[in-house]
Every structure is written in C-alpha cells, then in structure tokens.
C-alpha cells in the first residue's frame, strides 16, 4: 500500500479552536455535570436507531464487497488460533499476549467483573487485542506491490483510558482507532491524537448504554475542533459483550442494532464494519477528499469548486491555507469552518482569500438560489455595483458552490448516508426532529444550542410544518470570499469596535434598502475588520440565514441566528413578522457581550480567568450574561426581557458588568442608547415603547388575550407597534445617526493623541494623567479618560497616604504593579491613534507586573521573587503564566523604610537567576522600593550601579520612575541588556548566534552562524566573565550533532590598545602554528575555527562602554579617585573573594587585576565570542576515576608542551578547564580557556598577579604573593583538581548523590561543614590557611582531604595519585630540606670570618621560592610527569586491559 503525499489527517500540527466570544459563559461553568447533562439531551433529540448503518462503510465497488466479505469469513474463522498463538508466543511482549487471553474472555462471554470500572479497563485492552488481529490478517505481504485485493488501509488502536492531544481538559477515552499504512505501525502506548483519530470508542457495563452515547458524543466532538477535513464521523460502543456501531452526521446520531461478539453472528458482523473501515475509500471514513493535508510544508490544499460570478462552469481552483482560523467545535450543525488562504502555495502566510466551508440546509431537487448564500452574494455585490458604489467594505465572492466528491457525486447527505438514506426514511415515516409549534422540546433544543457555543447550532431555516424529515437535507458549500478581515477579538480597543460596528450597519442598512436582503444573524462571529488606508473598517459577513424581502422589509416569522445575539420575537419565534429592528436588537447585544466579556482576546482571557477562579469558589454562581446563552429559547428570551425592561434594570444587570479599562465608558454609553432608542424612542407614542403588551382601551384591537371576553381591554404588542412603517423609518433614522455620531467619536479619540511621538512627550502626558486620575474622589476613580483607573491601593502609595512606615512588602507590591499597569495601558492608548507604519514612534513593547511571592527559576530552585518585569506585545495581557526568570526583563524588589541594604541583597540574589536562564543576557536592570523611595540599578561586569532615591509621591520623583519604564518600552533590545547576536528560534528551539569573522587566515571575513541548543556551561554568578559554552553547529538540521564548541565571555581588556598579548584567539592561533610547525598532531589540543569581538551593529563592538553609553564618561567624572580593589588591602580583597566563591563559577575570576593599588571605577571589558575545535565533555560526564586520570594525564601533557614548545603558561587549571574526547575508541584530555594565559620568557616565570578560580588556585596565587608564578602553580591547581573530584565524585551522578547528603547532613546540624568547604568559602587568604593546613604534612594531608574520598571501584588509584602528586610537588625527598613543604623554614646565620657572631640572627627561607631555582624546578616537573605518565598507563590497563 503506498502512502499518498498528501494526508487526509493533519499531522503535527493542531487545529486551533475558534475563539467566539460566545463561548465565554459555557466554559466558565464547564464542570462534568453540565457536559455530561448537554450530551443527554444531544441523545435523547438527536438519536435514532437504524440496524444497518454500518453499510455506509462497506466499498462501493462490488470486487471489493466480495472481499470483504471473504477477509471478514477468514478472521472470524481463524480469529481464536491469532489469539492462541499471540497469547503463548514468547517473544511477543507479556501486555500484548495478556490482552490476546483477555480477549478470548471477552469473546467467550467469561470477561466478568463486579465492578463496572474495572469492568470497563479489562475490556480496552480486550477489544485493542481484537483490532490487532484484524489489522495483522490484513496486513500485505512485505513484498506485495500494493495488489487490488489489498486493504488501503488498516485500522490500529491507540493507547487507553488517556487523555488525547487537543482535548478538552479533565476528558481521557476510553480507546480509540487511527489509520495506518500497515500493522507495523502499531504501538500499544501511542497516546490518542484527536487529530488522527477515525473513529472513538468507549466501553461500558452492560446496563450503561445512554451513558456511553453521552460521553462517545462528547469525545466525537473534539474529532470535529480539530480535523477540518472531516465531513461526518463514526464511533463504537461497547456494553459487557454488545457492540454498536453509530455514525454521526450533521442532524443525527444513527446507531445500529447490538452486536453480541459472543456470537459468531454478531462478531462476524463488527469483524465486517472495522474490515469494512479498511477497504472503504476515504470519504466512507468520513474525510472530506478536496481537502487534503500536505504534512512536508504544513498547509491544507482546499479545492474550492468553480461557480464564479461570470462562469458556473469553471474548473475547480485550488487554495493553501494554514490551520482553520474558525473551527467546528460542535458535533451538530452546520459546521463551518474557516480558513485564510492563497492561490499560491508560496503565499500561504500572505494569504487574501478567506474559505468559508458549511453544511446549509437545502431542498433535494431544487434549483432554488434564493438560500444559496454564493448567489446572494453575486446579486448584492452585482447591484451596489450598479449604484456605483464602493464595494471595498462588503464581502465579495470569487468563486464557489456545491463540493464534489467526484466527478459524478456531488457531497450532501445522501452521499453521506449512502446506501441506506432510503432505508432509513423507509423505517421511520412518522419521527420527526423537531415540533415548531411545541416550545418544550423547541425550547430543550435551545437549551442544546446553547450549551454547544457554535454558531452553526443554528435555529435557523425551520420548515412551516410541524414536523421536519428524518434526516434533514443538507448540501455541501464552500465559498472563496474576499477580503480576509481578523474577528473582533482581535481589535486593540472598544474605540476600533465602534467603528467597525458602525460600519457593518451601514452596510446592512444598504444591502437592505438597494438591495433587498435582510441579514438576519448579526452576530459577534459575522462581523470581522479590515484595514484600509490605515484605517480599521468594519464588514459584514455570513448571509446564510439572509433572505429576499420586499418593499415593506419584512418577512414571515422563522427562527435564525445565534442564541445570545437572537431577538425576544426571534427567541419566541413569535407571530410578529422579522424585520431589519431584530438585528438592530442583536447588535444591542453584540455591544453588550464584548463590553461585558472584553473586546480583545486578551482582555476575553482575563475576565474568563476571574470567572473561572469564582466559579471554583462558590458552585452556585453564574457569571453574567450566562442566562443568554444556557437555557431553552424560551428561557433566554425571558432573561433578556427582565434584562432590558427599563433603563435602570438594563444598567444594573448589564451596563454596570462592562470592563473598567479605557474606551469602555463610551462603549457603554453606546448601548445605553441604543437601548433607549430602539426600544424607549423618545419620538414615539408610549404604546410603541418597552417589551411588554401594554392597555390601550377598546379603541385598538391588536390582539386580545381572550377572544371571548365581553370586555373592551385591548393591549398592544410594542414589538408590533414598531413594525409599522413610520415608526420604524424613525427608530432607523436614530440609530443610524447614533452610531455615526460614535464612530466620529472613536475616531477622533487617537487623533488626539499624535503629538505624543516621543518618549519625553509620552511621560509628560501619563504623569498628568495619573495626577489628575490620583486627586479625583475614590467614587469617581475610573470615570476619567474612558475607565482607566488606578485601585485605592495605588492610590495610596502615590499620594503618600502609606508612606508612615508600616506598609507591607505586599501591599508596595500591588501598588507598584497597579502604576506599571497604568503605565502600559495608558502609553498603549496614547499610541494607538499613530501610524502603525512609523516604527520609531511606537512602542517596541509594553511592560507588565509577572508574579509575587515563591517563585522557581532554573538557577535557584526556591527564589523568594517578589515581582517580575515582562515584556509584552499587548498591556491587556493578564495572564502571563507561571513568573520565571526566562522571560523576565528585570527584577524588583519591595522592603520597608530604611531597608535599602536589604533590597539590594536580595535584587542581587534573583538577579543572578538572569544570567543563568537568559544566555544572550548582557547587563541586567533592577529596581528597588523603600516605601515611596525608588532606585533604579544597573548590574554590569563589574559594578551595580544605583540611580539616587526617586520619590514617587512628589511629580519629579514620579515622572522620572515613568520615564524610566517608558524609555525602557522604546528602547532597543541590547539597552534590555540582550545580545543582538544571539537569538532564540522558538519555533525550533535553538540559539541562532553570530560569531565573528576573524579566522586563523583571515581577519576579515563575515561572522559565520551556528545554531545550538541551551548552553552546557550557564553564567550562574552576577559579576566576572560571564564565560558560557554551547555545543553547536553551523548547520540547522545538525543542531543535535554539533562539532563546534562555542565560547562567550567578557574578559579585561584595554582600551584602545591593540595588544593581543591576552587575546584567547590569538593565543590559541599562535600556539597551533607552532605545534603544527614542530610536526606536532593537535588532535589533543584545542583549535580555534574563528572567533573574535562581538559587534551590536556595523559601528559598534559590545564592551563596557557600549553598555554604559552615554553615562561611562559622567561615571568616571564623578568618581575620579573611586577603586574596585585595594590589592593590599586583603580585607577588599577577601571580600570579594567571598562574592566570588558563593558564585560557585569559573567565571568569577580574580584575574588580570591592575598592579596599581586601585584600578578603574568600572574596569573595561569587551564581549569576545569563539569558535573552537573539539567538542568534549566535561570531566562530570566521565563514567570512571580511570578515565579521569587518562584525561588529566593529557591535558598535562598538553600543559607542558604548550609551556616549553610555544611558551605559554596557562595559569587556571580547574575542574572547568579540562574536557575529554574520544581519539580512536578511547578517552583524551583536551586543556581549554586560555584567557588568562601569558606569554612567558625562557626562565618560563611571571610576574606575581593572582588568577584563577579560587577552589583550584594555588597558595601563593591565593594570598597574592610577591613569588613569581610558574608552571608549579598550576601542577599544584591540579592537585586541587584531583582532590576535588576525589571527594566530591567524578560522575554527574555521584556529585549529585554526594550533594544531595550533604544537604542532609547540613539540615541535621546546622555546624557541619563539608570537607573542602573552605577551600571555596571565605576570602583569599583564609582559602590559603585552609590549604596550607592540609597540607602541612602528608599525614595531616591524608587525614583531612584523602580519608573523605569517595569508596567506589578507581577511587583508590585516585587517592594514590594525589598522594605521590603531593609527595613529589610539595616533599620531593630528592630535594634539600628547605624546598620541601609550604611553611616559611628558618636556620641559623652563622658568623662569617673575622666578623663578630650575632646569636640573634635567624634566616626565613620560603620553599615556594627555592622551589622556583631552575634545577630544582626542572626535577619536580620531570617527577610529576613521570608520576602521570605511570598513572595513565596504570589507568589505562584498568580500562583497555592494555596500556598501548
């Protein structure tokens, strides 16, 4: 069987729900019992049984028939030895061989359990097991040619009882089946997919029948939200031993008879439907075969049929288009879904055509245009046209009609039901789907339409007869319409509502009046926007439910629409003729529903959020509005009516739910309007006001409540009353000339607002806002400037009312989150009205408040972050999701009066959390809050840098904190504090990043990109280098088999010095020049591939000054005898010391410092980025001591060559700084990050400069001494290294286990300290005490660091290792006295001749130094190598069981 290249079933990519904001209420109130409760009544008036549905998947071909017949005899007679044969076959895994067992039970009628839950579990494995033998006797032979007597398919099952991908929350099935190529494909722990899935089943006790329709049409439900391509489902129940087959069309649930599988009889006959489902073609399964999609670019191709307005008979067109924008996320109805398309696959993101595919009703046999929407359309666009008027803002057909299945088939129902429709007429002659005439079960119906929150639930298009057909007859359309528009959702603001809604009506006015055509579904789902010139217009859509009026623009009472948005006559489906006032009535609604619920998506997500939350509080309570959409029609009708009965009824239970955000108060004042002139018009008599029948006397006769009373009492229907031609002219009159006098208004509301294009003019106007908004009375807060308001909270802490002392960290919290809110807002309202062109003039983005409290981040686990700073697209945006530092833009931090201090520690604290989670971040923002007092700080490299108090209850101290978040809005993305040079692809999830041109042959060539996954090494500290290192590689599809390590860092540099004396890439092109000109193989050593300075944009390189630009020169002015570290002064020193080994990073050096006592008041860095050669793993990813040895053995080699051949010393040999390869099969040890190595002369000694990380320097580095370095500092570094990883383990594994008991340990006794505890914490010099004392002798070395190490299998030639390295470095026997040890000897000085002998004096001889004299140092170096060339060998005979 071939697969086609194009799929019937979306793959990969989920269909995304229609967001309406009809299905706000529902949700909000989406508990089990209500869905279950809509599901009954989906049964109980849309069932009916027909024995033999399951006809309708056997093939249409007779040859296929017959072999289906043939397949269906040959497993039901060999059915019972598949499932011997599975059951005992040993190599078939123990789940598959107990379902096989389990399914002969079931099959035997022996599947037996008291309790119906565990009833139902035994049963999914029992019928997947069936499934399986199905598909395995079907499945071809391996070397068949796909032959016509195979299935085009078979038919597997998925994983049970789990909840699939795109489903409702809290909703799991019981099982289900999805299509595959072959049985191959079979997976028993696959997870369901509603995207895949062909048909549902779910399985019951044998008494639960109505309970199993209820939940399979709710699962079934969600196979039409997300396959677009569906056209009609299937599904199966299961109760004990009796299956049934039911098949889901757009009217009905068509279920067939039991199938007993105990029987031969009934098992042959589902054994037939599933073989059936497997030789069918795709539109038996229920797919739709003109649309299809095309998995390799991810689009569906719609053939859309070729009816245009010139032609009826042109070829079929074909569109592209992504996912459905409008989904049919119902299980009845119309289901019509939309999509935004193009005629040219290369466009589908550019897309101008939108598709609108639906299931109208329609009359079989008639030729009948007046409800075929396309027809519409072409007459009403034909006749504006011939007016001469602009058609810009209605909607156009292209092209469209009645989709084909083939050639000769055109898709409606009777192909659907195919062959049995006339059967099914035939079988019930006297059902009937719906009694008009009888409100309950019209009113239950509603109660379903409702509950289904679809538009095409419709109501509409009911036959006069009381009773409809069997199966209603329906047709399939779909329409390429133009323009495309974006729904009401999607609108910024209540001000582009109002317009877009002004225009609508005007464009229904004359569709109405120059054209004939009465819409009749105004609703918030017909309405969508479009652009024009800059401007946002409103068009009308959906002319499903229009209908052809006369002159009078009436026509006869049917029900259409949409339940919230339908009229009370429309709702009651009451005598009174529909007119043009009923969809006024709806838009009344309309503006009411997005006023109460939000006119953005986002401002939609947070009012159903705070409904959600208070719903889950109290059971009872029903969010407003709600009785507009659930209940029956009658019910809805009823609400409606007490809703609106008067103006302060109609502002108590509407008006006053409307948000509080701008622009709301005018949406309100739209509605009250048009509530009083559509319904209370002042230019009218009484009896034409209201909604209730009101008494006029015996002079009228309208209508009489009892035909045979003797009375004169007449009363009068207003709804009536106001058909009559003169008061309807008027009441149209008002409400046309209302809603043009709102739309000037909203247009001319951001008009305002365009001297605002910079970002001092922008502070200045939010300042005066929010002064004026803060000196208006509590009662009036929110009636200023549209709505926008500040909470009394906030109110307070500006205006000082708090500042006493004794506010809360929370309390300063929510008012602070209330100004920024203000802020966004505010500036988003101000900007609205500018040019979306101008992009110097509008906001980058907007910033919001994200999170208080306990919050968890990836580098502290339990940081105490009190509020986060995110940027959003849209201010509107609430829910933000869970606070994390990933996408923070800064942090701040709330503490009482005088608690400056504290605030600064703990915005240091979760600061750090940036670096390590934003791996592109460059500096870091913060603020913190002392009561009213705010500071902005900033944290470079090397400094925090903090603005002085800013007082927010003085207008200074206030608009300078909102120039400050507002230039932060504006501003570039590098002033953020992030790299320009590294992006993140969400899409794929990788780190695209730049790295520059320089190369070992050129200096000039363009920075190359490489892609890389999360960083392997992070900055987890706050000051210092910065050093992170991805694995990547310069080819996106290889992102997960990189071959290039690259390094970012910010090392010390000089300005404007051209010196490469400390360049890392200059280095490492000197070193393998050199290597390579001795003949020397680099394999082991690291190359560099490019690398060099990191550029912002063509005319800048990122380093301090870049980040401090323009304040570097004012800071250096202003602190002209300011130092960062007295180098003398240890307890500077030891201090940051301190800082530095907390941070627990390589990164935070104390390297590279100045000679001079004090160094610049911001030390000068520059960004540097490489690109190196090998990738290793870290000495943590190694599995054994042994191959820790083998590693460090060579990177020590690598030391020394490096040293004497090309004359480099290292200088920071740490646990960080060696990685491991593979060369041939086995370990090596790679020496990396040469950014503190120094070229040295040939007595191979530096000048004394401490660097390093602290954990791994040596004593003299540590404590700074005057000695010279050389290369027994780091042979000493490596003696830390190997203590270290003795102790604390080798593996990633046995660190973490070490670590993890230690935190026991400490929890247990808060005085324990771990061993080599103070080899990291505290200053310098108290490091160095800590290392002297353990190494004052090698039994007190053995006791103190060789006892705590680890016991496992390879530790012991460790130990031993570190033994002889501190032997033969530091107690080399070989050597006089006086250079052994690390203490400072003293002797004697003897009295020369002829001079007089001074008792008194002693000489202090320091082994450091006499182990620096050239013969002596020479030999200790000879014996450390010859100590690791003994172990490596030792090692790697442990390993290989060779030492070759």
């Not at 479009?530 to 009308?540: K, M, N, T």
């Not at 309309?590 to 006023?595: A, S």
Request: charged residues 30%.
């Amino acid at each position: 069987m071939s697969q086609p290249s194009v799929d019937s079933t979306p793959q990969k990519k989920r269909s995304g729900s229609r967001s309406s904001a009809t299905n706000f209420a529902s949700d909000c109130t989406d508990q089990w019992s209500l869905r279950m409760d809509d599901a009954r009544k989906e049964r109980e008036y849309r069932r009916f049984d027909f024995d033999d549905i399951a006809r309708c998947a056997l093939p249409k071909n007779s040859t296929l028939r017959d072999l289906v017949d043939k397949r269906t005899k040959e497993i039901s007679h060999r059915l019972d030895d598949i499932l011997v044969e599975r059951s005992q076959d040993p190599e078939t895994p123990a789940l598959v061989r107990q379902a096989a067992n389990e399914c002969r039970k079931w099959l035997r009628g022996e599947l037996i359990s008291k309790n119906s839950s565990r009833y139902e579990k035994v049963i999914y494995p029992a019928h997947a097991a069936l499934i399986r033998c199905i598909a395995g006797h079907l499945d071809p032979e391996p070397t068949s040619a796909g032959g016509t007597d195979e299935a085009k398919r078979v038919l597997l099952p998925y994983a049970s009882d789990l909840k699939p991908t795109g489903s409702d929350k809290r909703i799991r099935i019981d099982g289900a089946l999805r299509s595959c190529a072959d049985a191959s494909s079979a997976d028993d722990e696959l997870r369901p997919d509603y995207r895949d899935i062909v048909l549902v089943a779910e399985a019951k006790w044998r008494r639960e029948q109505d309970k199993a329709y209820d939940q399979l049409i709710r699962y079934t439900r969600q196979v039409y939200a997300n396959q677009p391509n569906r056209r009609f489902a299937w599904g199966v129940t299961i109760c004990a031993t009796l299956v049934r087959v039911i098949l889901f069309e757009n009217d009905r649930m068509v279920s067939s008879k039991d199938m007993d599988v105990t029987t031969s009889t009934g098992l042959a006959a589902y054994i037939k439907f599933i073989v059936s489902l497997c030789f069918c073609e795709e539109h038996q399964l229920g797919y739709d075969p003109s649309m299809t999609w095309c998995s390799e670019n991810e689009y569906w191709i719609i053939k859309c049929p070729g009816r245009t307005p010139d032609n009826d008979d042109e070829q079929p067109a074909t569109y592209y288009a992504r996912d459905p924008v409008f989904v049919a996320d119902h299980l009845f109805g119309r289901h019509t879904r939309g999509f935004y398309a193009s005629d040219d696959p290369e466009l589908v993101d550019q897309p101008d055509t939108f598709i609108k595919d639906a299931w109208p009703h329609a009359e079989r046999g008639s030729e009948d245009t007046s409800r075929d929407e396309l027809a519409i359309l072409q007459d009403i666009v034909q006749q504006l046209k011939t007016r001469g008027i602009d058609t810009t803002g209605y909607v156009r057909p292209v092209r469209g009609g009645t989709v084909r299945l083939d050639d000769d088939h055109d898709d409606n129902t009777d192909t659907v039901l195919d062959p049995v429709v006339g059967d099914i007429e035939a079988a019930h002659p006297q059902m009937g789907t719906i009694a008009e005439n009888d409100e309950t079960d019209a009113g239950a119906l509603a109660t379903k339409l409702a509950a289904g929150r679809g538009k095409d639930d419709e109501a509409c298009a009911i036959d006069d007869s009381s009773w409809v057909e069997v199966i209603p007859y329906r047709v399939h359309r779909r329409l390429a319409l133009k323009p495309i528009g974006k729904p009401l959702y999607a609108l910024s603001s209540p001000y582009e509502l109002i317009i877009v809604l002004a225009d609508a009506m005007t464009a229904h006015s004359k569709i109405l009046n120059l054209c004939g055509y009465l819409h009749r579904d105004i609703s918030t789902n017909n309405i969508l926007a479009i652009e024009v010139d800059g401007r946002v217009r409103g068009v009308l859509i959906d002319f499903d439910c229009a209908i052809k009026v006369g002159s009078q623009r009436r026509v006869r009472a049917e029900r259409t629409g949409t339940p919230p948005f339908m009229s009370i006559n429309n709702l009651r489906n009451s005598s009174v003729e529909r007119s043009e006032l009923d969809d006024w009535e709806s838009l009344l609604y309309v503006v009411c529903w997005l006023g109460v619920y939000g006119v953005s998506g986002a401002n939609q997500s947070k009012y159903q959020a705070d409904i959600e939350r208070k719903c889950r509080t109290d059971k009872n309570y029903k969010p407003p509005l709600y009785a507009w959409e659930c209940g029956t029609f009658e019910e809805v009708a009823r609400a409606k009516k007490e809703n609106l009965e008067d103006m302060g009824t109609f502002t108590g239970s509407v008006l006053n739910h409307f948000q509080r955000e701008d622009g709301y108060a005018m949406l309100k004042s739209l509605a009250r309007r048009l509530h009083k002139r559509l319904l209370f018009n002042s230019h009218l008599d009484n009896k034409y006001m209201g909604m209730v029948k009101v008494y006029c006397g015996g002079d009228d006769s309208d209508e009489s409540d009892d035909d045979t009373s003797k009375s004169t009492v007449v009363f009068v229907d207003p709804f009536a009353k106001r058909l009559e031609q003169k008061a309807r002219d008027q009441i149209n009159k008002d409400l046309m000339k209302t809603m043009a006098h709102y739309k000037a208004a909203a247009c001319a509301m951001p008009t305002a607002t365009k001297d605002c294009n910079d970002v001092e003019a922008l502070t200045a106007r939010i300042s005066a806002d929010l002064v004026v908004t803060l000196g208006a009375k509590p009662a009036d807060l929110g009636a200023l400037d549209g709505g926008l308001s500040v909470p009394e909270a906030c109110r307070e802490w500006l205006t000082g009312v708090r500042a006493s002392g004794t506010e809360s960290r929370t309390q300063v919290n929510n008012a602070h989150t209330s100004l920024i809110h203000f802020i966004a807002c505010r500036m988003k309202e101000l900007r609205d009205g500018l040019n979306a062109s101008d992009a110097a003039s509008n906001p980058k983005r907007f910033l919001l408040v994200c999170g208080s409290g306990q919050t968890q981040t990836k580098a502290s686990e339990n940081s105490s972050l009190n509020d986060l700073i995110c940027a959003v697209v849209d201010p509107s945006v609430t829910q933000l999701g869970e606070a994390n530092s990933t996408n923070t833009v800064l942090f701040v931090k709330a503490e009482r009066s005088g608690r400056q201090d504290l605030a600064y520690c703990q915005l240091i604290h979760d600061t750090r959390s940036l670096y390590a989670d934003q791996p592109n971040r460059r500096f870091a923002w913060g603020v913190t809050i002392c009561a009213t007092l705010v500071r902005v700080i900033l944290f470079e490299n090397d400094r925090m840098v903090s603005s002085k108090d800013m007082d927010v209850t003085t207008s200074t101290g206030l608009a300078a904190y909102i120039k400050f978040i507002v230039s932060l809005c504006f501003c570039e993305e590098h002033q953020l504090g992030y790299d320009p040079s590294m992006t993140w692809c969400s899409e794929n999830k990788y780190w695209i990043i730049k790295c520059p041109g320089r190369t070992p042959d050129n200096d000039d060539e363009q920075p190359a990109t490489y892609y890389a996954r999360d960083p392997v090494f992070v900055a987890d500290h706050l000051f210092g280098r910065h050093t992170r290192g991805f694995y990547a590689s310069d080819d996106p599809e290889l992102v997960d088999q990189p071959d290039t390590f690259i390094k970012d860092a910010w090392p010390h540099a000089e300005r404007g010095s051209e010196d490469t004396s400390r360049d890392e890439l200059a280095i490492l092109q000197d070193i393998v020049q050199q290597l390579k000109t001795r003949g020397i193989d680099t394999t082991g050593y690291v190359r560099p591939v490019r690398g060099g300075t990191v550029r912002l944009d063509d005319d800048h390189d990122d380093n301090t000054d870049t980040v401090l630009d323009p304040v570097v020169g004012d800071i250096e002015a202003a602190h002209p005898q300011m130092g960062t570290i007295a180098e003398n002064d240890e307890t500077d020193a030891g201090a940051l010391a301190t800082k530095l080994a907390a941070g627990c990073g390589k990164d935070d050096e104390a390297c590279a410092i100045d000679d001079s006592s004090r160094v610049e008041v911001i030390p000068y860095r520059v960004h540097r980025r490489l690109a190196l050669k090998p990738i290793g793993k870290p000495l943590y990813a190694l599995s054994s001591p042994y191959e820790l040895i083998i590693v460090l053995a060579d990177a020590m080699t690598a030391h020394s060559k490096i040293l004497n051949l090309c004359g480099y010393l290292h200088r920071d040999i740490s646990t960080n700084n060696i990685l491991a390869i593979e060369v041939d099969g086995r370990v090596r040890g790679v020496l990396i990050d040469f950014d503190c190595a120094i070229k040295v002369g040939s007595q191979r000694r530096v000048r004394a400069e401490r660097t390093g990380t602290p954990p791994f320097m040596s004593i003299n580095n540590l404590r700074n001494s005057s000695v010279e370095r050389s290369e027994l500092d780091d042979w000493e570094s490596l003696l830390y290294v190997v203590c270290w990883l003795g102790v604390y383990g080798v593996s990633g594994a046995n660190q973490s286990k070490y670590q993890a008991d230690i935190e026991r340990k400490c929890r247990t006794d808060k005085n324990y300290k771990p061993p080599l505890y103070k080899w990291e914490y505290g200053t310098f010099e108290e490091v160095a005490d800590s290392k002297e004392r353990c190494l004052t002798g090698l039994e007190r070395f053995t006791s103190s660091v060789l006892n705590h190490f680890k016991t496992e299998p390879g530790y012991d030639m460790l130990k031993e290792l570190a033994h002889e390295l501190c032997q033969w470095l530091l107690f080399n026997l070989q050597l006089d006295r006086a250079y052994r040890g690390v203490v400072n000897t003293t002797k004697p000085h003897y009295r020369r001749p002829g001079t007089r002998v001074n008792t008194n004096t002693i000489i202090v001889e320091d082994p450091f130094v006499k182990r620096l004299e050239k013969d002596a140092r020479d030999k200790i170096n000879d014996d450390l190598a010859e100590v690791m060339d003994l172990y490596k060998r030792a090692a790697v005979t442990a390993l290989y069981g060779s030492c070759q």
